[in-house]
């Protein structure tokens, strides 16, 4: 009598389980970096979105030919800040969720900080501004006190 082998298709239910588990143990290893990820990019985003807003100010100073300014809050109080514009009035920019001042250096009044940037674009004086998320993480908006120049860093200049 001859048997008849049959071959073997498919996995057995231990290699299943098995390869699941590795699978699953992967993605919990992944998912934190993920959050981290989004944090940081949330941040990097708003530092973005603040360094463009302020040289949109600048810009219109020098398009309207008068002083226009930003405006920040005192000391973290709200997570927004003001720009002044010449077509809408005052209008407020509030933060992402989670984000918030770090720090508010420069410029002439410690209580109201603001931009002023004149007619020729140049700012009444140098201000970095510190943005800080959630995991601690902080980046920096800095505008140079005779050119004007906004840059982004990661860390605060000297």
Known sequence: MIKKMRSQNGFT????IATITIICIMIL????????LVDSLVLESAQAKLA??????????IAA??????RFPFAGADNAYIINCPQRGNVEVKLP?????SMIRGGQDTLNPRIVFSPDGTPWGGVTIGLVNRKGESR???????????RMDR????
Not at 65 to 70: F, S, Y
Request: net charge negative; aromatic share 8%; charged share 20%.
């Open 13 to 16: 239910l231990l290699e299943l």
């Open 29 to 36: 290893m992944i998912i934190p970096n993920l959050f981290h």
């Open 52 to 61: 463009q807003d302020i040289r949109l100010v600048k810009m219109h100073a």
């Open 65 to 70: 030919e008068r002083n226009i300014w930003v």
């Open 97 to 101: 969720e989670g984000i918030e001042f």
């Open 140 to 150: 920096y908006v800095i505008v140079a006190a005779v050119s004007g120049r906004v």
């Open 155 to 158: 860390v605060p200049p000297d």
